[in-house]
């Protein structure tokens, strides 16, 4: 069961270049989301997509951008990295409906220096 | 605004020493409230879902309660292995609010 995979693992970026972070998960799941983890901060969530075919922001979503390929793929896209981009990212799906849990990816490591 | 805050921050037992970690919210709407453990360069990992006031769940040297302000996972005897972070998560819908964690650390 690969549940849902993240690629990749680790990135270095340099200040302005762009980047995707790939997430897919085969467990037939209709939401999908991804968040950031910072020091002290806790999961902030930046994009949701509750199905195929929407995307929402979350709380903290300037400077990504997001994808719903299909029902298995969530892509994020930084186009300018910042330093302040630097941070933990989880991808993370769940069947969709209200009270069910989410499933976790294992996170890419991102620095932008 | 929807909240949920985690405490201790840090939490040092000794190896079957007792403890609670506690979780408290507001938030409109709860549709489930989750503890997840989370190890070291890993995604979080499910531990329990609540999703009414009265309601536990356990599992192993674990107990989770709800009230319908806090959520507190009480912790039996622990081992080192049990070392980790231990997020809470409240459910409104579509998303899901998110608390510091507690990180614990359990010494032989």
């Known amino acids: 069961n690969a549940g849902v995979t993240q690629t990749p693992k680790f990135q270095v970026l340099k200040t302005g270049q762009s980047m995707t972070l790939q997430c897919a998960q085969d467990?037939?799941?209709?939401?999908m989301y991804w968040y950031r983890q910072d020091p002290g901060m806790g999961l902030r969530l930046i994009y949701y997509?509750?199905?195929?075919?929407?995307?929402d922001k979350g709380e903290v979503p300037n400077g990504y951008n997001v994808s719903r390929l299909n029902k298995r793929e969530f892509s994020l896209r930084l186009e300018s990295a910042a330093p302040s981009q630097t941070s933990v990212y989880f991808c993370?799906?769940?069947?969709?409906?209200?009270?069910?849990?989410?499933?976790f990816g294992s996170g890419t490591q991102l620095s932008v220096l | 605004e929807d909240q949920v805050t985690q405490s201790p921050e840090a939490l040092r037992l000794q190896e079957g020493e007792s403890s609670s970690l506690n979780c408290s919210y507001t938030?409109?709407?709860?549709?489930?409230l989750f503890w997840y453990r989370q190890d070291p360069g890993k995604g979080p990992e499910f531990l329990f879902t609540?999703?009414?006031a009265g309601e536990e769940k356990e599992k192993e040297r674990l107990k989770a309660t709800l009230t319908k302000k806090e959520s507190f996972l009480h912790i039996t005897a622990p081992k080192p292995e049990d070392s980790a972070t231990y997020l809470c998560?409240?459910?409104?819908?579509?998303?899901?609010?998110f608390g510091t964690g507690t990180s614990l650390t359990v010494i032989p």
């Open positions: 993370a799906s769940r069947p969709g409906a209200k009270g069910e849990k989410l499933f």
């Open positions: 998560a409240v459910n409104t819908g579509n998303q899901f609010y």
């Open positions: 997509s509750a199905s195929e075919g929407t995307t």
């Open positions: 609540l999703y009414s």
């Open positions: 938030v409109s709407g709860l549709r489930g």
């Open positions: 467990m037939n799941h209709n939401s």
